[in-house]
C-alpha cells in the first residue's frame, strides 16, 4: 500500500471510532474496527508498531486497551503523512483540546478568499463568538443549521453581528428543513470540503475530534449542500 492511501485510510479509520465505553461485550461494528486498525498497522511494515498494537489489544482495560491502539494509530498516520504527497498532506487535522479545535479550526477557514459555508444542524452562537473570526475580512460567512435541532442563541448572535459588522464581513444564516443535514461540515470556496466530527459547539469537548478533507467526495457535497442552502429559510 502505498503512502497516501494509507495516510488516507488510517485518517477514515481514526475519524470512525466507535464508542467503546461501557462493559457491554464487543459488538460486530467494534471488532470489524479493530480488524481494520490491525491490517493497517501491518501495513505500515513498523514491527514495534505491530507488537504495540498487538500488547494493547489484549489488555484487560478496555479504556487502556484503546487509548495504547489510538496511540500506535495517530504514530502511524504521522509516518504515512510525512510520506505521502505534498498534495495530500494536511488532509487530517486532529484536535485533542479547545486550543487545538481553536487552532485546526482557524487554519482551514483562513484559507477562504471568496466563501465559506459552515453545515452543522446543532449550530449555537459558538460559530461566531469562537470561530468567525478567522475568516478573512470582505469574504462572506454562511451559516446552515437544522430547524429541529439548531440552538436558539444562533440567530441574535446572528443578527448582532450583521449590526456590528455590516458589509464588511458579511454573513448569512439559514435554516434548512428538519432533519436533511447529515454532516457536519466547512465548504470553503465551494470548491473544498472538510468534515467534522463534531459539532462546533462540542468541539474538541470529547475525544477524539477531527477535521477531514473530503477529497474524494468533495464535489458531489457541494452540489448537495449548495441546493440545501439554496432551499433553506433564511434567518439572517
Same mark, same amino acid.
Given at each position: 500500500?502505498?503512502? @497516501?492511501?494509507?495516510?488516507?485510510?488510517?485518517?477514515?479509520?481514526? @475519524? $470512525?471510532? !466507535? =464508542?467503546?465505553?461501557?462493559?457491554?461485550?464487543?459488538?460486530?461494528?467494534?471488532?470489524? #474496527?479493530?480488524?481494520?486498525?490491525?491490517?493497517?498497522? *501491518?501495513?505500515?511494515?513498523?514491527?514495534? #508498531?505491530?507488537?504495540?498494537?498487538?500488547?494493547?489489544?489484549?489488555? /484487560?482495560?478496555?479504556?487502556?486497551? *484503546?487509548?495504547?491502539?489510538?496511540?500506535?494509530?495517530?504514530?502511524?498516520?504521522? %509516518?504515512? @503523512?510525512?510520506?505521502? /504527497?505534498?498534495?495530500?498532506?494536511?488532509?487530517?487535522? /486532529?484536535?485533542?483540546?479547545?486550543?487545538?479545535?481553536?487552532?485546526?479550526?482557524?487554519?482551514?477557514?483562513?484559507?477562504? $478568499?471568496?466563501?465559506?459555508?459552515?453545515?452543522? !444542524?446543532?449550530?449555537? @452562537?459558538?460559530?461566531?463568538? =469562537?470561530?468567525?473570526?478567522?475568516? /478573512?475580512?470582505?469574504?462572506?460567512?454562511?451559516?446552515?443549521?437544522?430547524?429541529?435541532?439548531?440552538?436558539?442563541?444562533?440567530?441574535?448572535?446572528?443578527?448582532? #453581528?450583521?449590526?456590528?459588522?455590516? $458589509?464588511?464581513? !458579511? *454573513?448569512?444564516?439559514?435554516?434548512?428543513? !428538519?432533519?436533511?443535514?447529515?454532516?457536519?461540515?466547512?465548504?470553503? =470556496?465551494?470548491? $473544498?470540503?472538510?468534515?467534522?466530527?463534531? %459539532?462546533?459547539?462540542?468541539?474538541?469537548?470529547?475525544?477524539?475530534?477531527?477535521?477531514?478533507?473530503?477529497? =474524494?467526495?468533495?464535489?458531489?457535497?457541494?452540489?448537495?449542500?449548495?441546493?440545501?442552502? %439554496?432551499?433553506?429559510?433564511?434567518?439572517?
Amino acid at each position: 500500500m502505498d503512502a @497516501e492511501t494509507l495516510y488516507r485510510q488510517l485518517g477514515r479509520l481514526i @475519524e $470512525t471510532t !466507535p =464508542d467503546f465505553s461501557g462493559f457491554v461485550p464487543i459488538t460486530h461494528e467494534q471488532f470489524v #474496527w479493530i480488524g481494520r486498525a490491525h491490517a493497517l498497522v *501491518l501495513a505500515s511494515n513498523d514491527l514495534a #508498531w505491530r507488537a504495540e498494537f498487538d500488547l494493547a489489544a489484549k489488555g /484487560p482495560a478496555r479504556a487502556d486497551a *484503546l487509548k495504547a491502539i489510538m496511540l500506535v494509530l495517530y504514530k502511524a498516520l504521522a %509516518s504515512a @503523512e510525512l510520506k505521502a /504527497p505534498a498534495s495530500a498532506q494536511g488532509a487530517f487535522i /486532529p484536535a485533542g483540546n479547545r486550543f487545538d479545535a481553536f487552532a485546526a479550526l482557524t487554519k482551514v477557514l483562513q484559507t477562504a $478568499t471568496i466563501d465559506a459555508l459552515i453545515v452543522d !444542524p446543532y449550530m449555537d @452562537e459558538t460559530v461566531l463568538t =469562537d470561530f468567525a473570526g478567522a475568516v /478573512p475580512g470582505s469574504v462572506t460567512l454562511r451559516l446552515l443549521a437544522d430547524q429541529a435541532s439548531v440552538k436558539p442563541s444562533l440567530e441574535p448572535a446572528g443578527k448582532m #453581528w450583521v449590526a456590528q459588522h455590516g $458589509t464588511t464581513r !458579511p *454573513l448569512g444564516v439559514r435554516l434548512a428543513a !428538519p432533519k436533511t443535514l447529515h454532516d457536519r461540515a466547512i465548504f470553503i =470556496d465551494r470548491t $473544498t470540503a472538510w468534515i467534522l466530527t463534531q %459539532s462546533l459547539k462540542d468541539f474538541a469537548k470529547r475525544s477524539p475530534a477531527e477535521i477531514v478533507r473530503a477529497d =474524494d467526495t468533495a464535489s458531489l457535497k457541494i452540489s448537495a449542500y449548495e441546493a440545501a442552502w %439554496s432551499a433553506a429559510t433564511v434567518v439572517v
